[in-house]
């Protein structure tokens, strides 16, 4: 930036104040009106959405890169083969015009609290309430063998749904009758506790209709199943025996991508023609960069009523890079769901009201075991005020008894609604 | 839904790979955007009617059987959500969620979806 534009937007801001103090329509509101969100998946569209329906004169700019959102829930099911990427992207065009929002297309590069500024290319874009949802990064350091980039490119996570999704597809499909298929799950917190063990589960079902000679293993750093446990092990017993070989507490200690070889800690060495290593997580660089990640340098610390950083004011986050509450899961519906409890306090403060402080959301997450079968678990979450978090209301929420057709419906009706929660036009 | 009904849909996905997303992408709902409450209560209520719509759509007008709750009675909305709670209603998922509301809370959101025409 120029000096001379510093300047400008400096006389712009005086000249604001002269207006508010002659008595400008929001000035009961002391209204600060740019609101800038930082990446557009569930908690970042979600918020400029809710912000938008909220306030309908407010400036809200969009920050994100990719011209297309390609949703993590069901990126299982096109690694498995029964929808394609295309079933589960959304371009961002028509949300962005039909909700009146400025789109930066670029990464945000750097955060400047102080200017409150965000950097994008030689762009920088001024907010005065800044919601920085920017997922989770991957975290190769103590992988060895994944150190570059090109390693990394030949070993697919598809921990964020687009071209790493279709790469497993057809790593699969090209993979011999009798193949083996390695996949290995970091420790948590990561993004989608129950996502690893229903990929496990698709893909067995994969090698069980087209592969039956096939196998897979998979090897959890976790000492058992995360999430959705007795479902996961009655399928895989009762359906994929002899299919799935699970291994827990298996530490991946380096990958020779070419050979096609995973070595673990206590475990040794395992050859595999496909492999799918989900590295450990943390919070998006930029959070991060910020200063934002106050929770071991890892994760982001918030004020649950607000979603405003415990580090830097003026900024909140949302999503799968914060510090989760108790019993919170990484999820794109938890991120839809804290993204409208931060647009309704953004909104009381600019409104003047009193920011909600009873502020109630719920998980509903499906996983689908076999193609049609379909096991969920849910849970509602509120605030303590005295432990100031949120907390699961006990009594609530629960599992499924066991997999049904009946809730693969659901979960399709699920992904589509919750789709157009967060980015319907 | 009856079971074979929901048997076919999902075998329908099966074979043609794609029902459920893109082709919602056209009936694409616009939510009536209505103003937040001006005091700080029913702008709570609103919002916790807001955290219903990741399921049920927004402005409650989701697609799937039974789940456009928007400008339904509230009375019967809210007998719904109390049979819920009250295990006097069968359900895959909503017992779970009714359970962690009161009934005030739950009539003060019934009315909210009441309101959404």
Known sequence: MTGLSMQRRQLLKAGAGAAAMAGAPWVGAQAPRRVVVIGGGFGGATAARYLRQFNPDLSITLIEPADTFVMCPMSNRVVHGGLQLRDISRPYDRFVSRHGLRWVRGRAEAIDPVAREVRVGK???????LIVSPGVDYVYDGIEGLQTAEQQARVPHAWKAGPQTQMLRDQLQAMPENGVVAMTIPKVPYRCPPGPYERASLIAHYLQTRKPKG??????????????????EAVWKK???GLIEYVPSADLKSVDAAGGTLRFDMQGEVKAQVLNVIPPQRAGEVARNAGLANAGNRWCGVDFLSYESTAVGGIHVLGDSIAAAPGMPKSGHMANQQAKVCAGAITARLRGIEVPSDPIIANTCYSFVSQTDVIHVASVHRYDAAKKTMLPVPGAGGLSAEPSVIEGIYAMAWATNILNDTLGA | ???????????????????????????????????????VSDFQVQLWASSCMSCHGPGGKAVGTGLAIGGKPAQELYNKLLGYKNGKLPATVMHQHAKGYSDEELSRIADHFASLK
């Open chain 1, 123 to 129: 762009e920088r874009v001024p907010y005065d309430h």
């Open chain 1, 215 to 232: 196998k897979l293993l998979v090897f959890d750093a976790n000492p058992e199943i995360q999430a959705k446990k007795g479902l996961f």
């Open chain 1, 239 to 241: 359906r994929y025996a």
């Open chain 2, 1 to 39: 839904m009856p079971i074979r009904k929901a048997q076919l849909l999902v075998a329908r996905w099966a074979r043609t790979g794609a029902v459920g997303l893109a082709l919602t992408g056209a009936a694409m709902v616009h939510a009536q955007a209505p103003a937040p409450a001006s005091n």
